[in-house]
């Protein structure tokens, strides 16, 4: 049986990566600091303490686990991918999860090998600001290449927006959490803003099929096969939850009058975002229906504690525009 090892392994992209490679029989362990929850502790899942920044403790998982496939969900710097494919080098497959922010050029759709990456100075390789994400996870792509250059089989998946069960991140919530205690959901923009977005469970499944049949060297998209616009997700949700709402757009003028910068909606981006998927397609990877994968995020979201009004511009705020926009009509 193949033995695989999830740096990370326990909150969303990681979580969903161990069940699905035990589901195609897989054993599996798992590294991390044990600050979360462990949804997998009273499984045949190995728990190996230790700190993935620290190469020592690294180096003492590879020991003690010896894995055929690394998966590594939570290398945030380059230096965290060139200690990885130094100390897993002889590992069958080591897959990186980088995302579809790595992309600086703008394109539509962004495609692996064609589109640029973003540039990366030595000051972002190690800033942990939110501005330098997408710099530090472009250089970790180049540190897979240049690993696979030196015989390593390393390979990266990028991801767009993640969403679904265990979601944390509040991006989706926000939206479900709107529908579910308003009338009127406020939208930027005229609703046809595209940020393509990747349901969790078809990236673990992407991430699997990558380290069985990916090619090292190689980096692969991760997106719902359709994308979504912001009033359709808007509208998909409202039909899980069996809620009437009515949407109303905003334009800058409008969001002015609740001191609101449209940048400031969840999932909402100027430029449209999306990534082409028909690389990832092509090694036999399908996508779940946007429908099917929303209905299990609004199921989980309602079976959290979680509360999505935390999110986003407060609902105060919302209401200032609403009114202006009513003395329009």
């Given at each position: ?5 999830v ?23 798992i590294c ?9 502790a009273?499984?045949a899942v190995?728990?190996?303490q230790?700190?993935?920044?620290d ?7 590879a ?37 579809g922010?790595?992309y ?5 759709p ?7 990456l973003?540039?990366c100075?030595e ?7 939110k ?7 472009a ?5 897979i290449?240049a690993?696979?250059?030196d015989?390593?089989?390393a390979?990266?998946v990028?991801p767009?927006n993640?969403?679904g ?24 923009g005229?609703?046809?803003?595209v940020w393509?977005?990747?349901y ?5 499944a ?14 692969y ?5 359709r ?5 359709e997700?808007?509208e ?19 969001l002015?009058?609740?001191?609101i910068d ?7 981006r100027?430029?449209?975002h ?5 690389k990832?397609s ?10 099917s ?24 705020a ?5 009114g202006?926009?009513d003395?329009?009509?």
């Amino acid at each position: 049986m193949t033995q695989a090892l999830v740096i990370g392994g326990t909150r969303f992209v990681g979580r969903h990566t161990v069940a699905e490679l035990r589901d195609h029989g897989y054993d599996v362990a798992i590294c991390n600091r044990g600050e979360h929850d462990n949804p997998f502790a009273d499984t045949a899942v190995e728990h190996v303490q230790g700190d993935r920044t620290d190469d020592g403790d690294l180096a003492d998982a590879a020991h003690a686990v010896a894995p055929d496939v690394v998966i590594d969900c939570v290398a945030y710097y380059p230096r965290d991918v060139r200690a990885a494919t130094r100390i897993f080098d002889d590992a069958d497959a080591y897959v990186y999860v980088s995302s579809g922010a790595a992309y600086g050029e703008e394109a539509i759709p962004k495609r692996e090998g064609e589109t640029g990456l973003h540039d990366c100075t030595e000051e972002q390789a190690t800033d942990d600001s939110k501005g330098s994400y997408g710099p530090r996870k472009a250089e970790g792509d180049r540190a897979i290449f240049a690993a696979a250059e030196d015989g390593v089989a390393a390979s990266s998946v990028r991801p767009c927006n993640v969403y679904g069960p265990h979601d944390y991140t509040g991006r989706v919530d926000y939206w479900i959490e709107r529908v579910a205690n308003h009338d009127r959901v406020l939208v930027p923009g005229d609703g046809t803003n595209v940020w393509h977005r990747a349901y969790v469970e078809d990236v673990a499944a992407a991430i699997r099929t990558v380290a069985e049949n990916g090619e090292p060297g190689e980096a692969y998209n991760v997106g719902d096969r359709r994308a979504t616009t912001l009033d359709e997700l808007v509208e998909m949700i409202a039909t899980v939850l069996g809620e009437s709402v009515e949407i109303v757009h905003a334009g800058s003028r409008e969001l002015a009058a609740g001191d609101i910068d449209a940048g400031e909606f969840p999932l909402y981006r100027d430029y449209p975002h999306l990534l082409s998927t028909a690389k990832l397609s092509g090694l036999g990877w399908e996508a779940t229906p946007p429908e099917s994968a929303l209905q299990a995020t609004v199921d989980d979201y309602v079976e959290s504690d979680r509360d999505g009004s935390e999110y986003g511009p407060d609902r105060e705020a919302e209401a200032r525009v609403l009114g202006v926009l009513d003395t329009l009509t």
